[in-house]
């Protein structure tokens, strides 16, 4: 047996994740690797999210647990329904456009509110982004949110 560890970067997070898979040999392996990295291109996260998006009366609308909407969704105006109970999960009603403020901070340590508009998919992006050049030494960089608006 012979294992085969791909790695993977997701198309709508941008994020990088791993897939195992074992074969019977390394050549196997292998093959199945780079087609792998090829070929699977969402995370397990998005994969689920993607998956939970449903319509409803012709408005998408994806289901999050509760906890992972307090966390990462609660914007303001954001419109919600259907809130479960049982399952602790709530659906978010998507909306045409996030408006984003940023605070950014430059190598010269001057502050800066800039916004723009984003579509909700690419929000876990600019997060993996803004989280990025966070951790790397050369940007000198700095980005925080501060404020998001849902637009419908
Ligand atoms: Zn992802």
């Known amino acids: 047996m012979a294992k085969a ?12 994740f791993k897939k195992e898979a074992f074969k019977y040999n390394r050549r196997e392996a292998d093959s199945w690797k780079a087609w792998a990295e090829e070929n699977i291109n969402t995370c397990p996260a998005c994969y689920r999210k993607e998956k939970s998006m449903t319509e409803k009366d012709g408005r998408k609308v994806i289901r999050v647990h509760y906890a992972d909407y307090k966390a990462n969704y609660d914007f303001s105006n954001i419109k919600t329904v259907d809130y479960d109970e049982k399952e602790k999960s709530i659906g978010i009603i998507i909306p045409e456009k996030l408006y984003i403020e ?14 723009g508009e984003i579509s909700y998919e690419d929000l876990d992006a600019l997060k993996y982004r803004l989280k990025e050049m966070a951790e790397s030494e050369d940007s000198g960089m700095r980005a925080t949110i501060v404020r998001v608006e849902c637009i419908y």
């Open 102 to 115: 940023f605070e950014v901070l430059d190598k010269e340590g001057k502050r800066e509110i800039q916004g």
């Open 5 to 16: 560890v791909a790695v993977c970067r997701c198309r709508i997070c941008g994020q990088e």
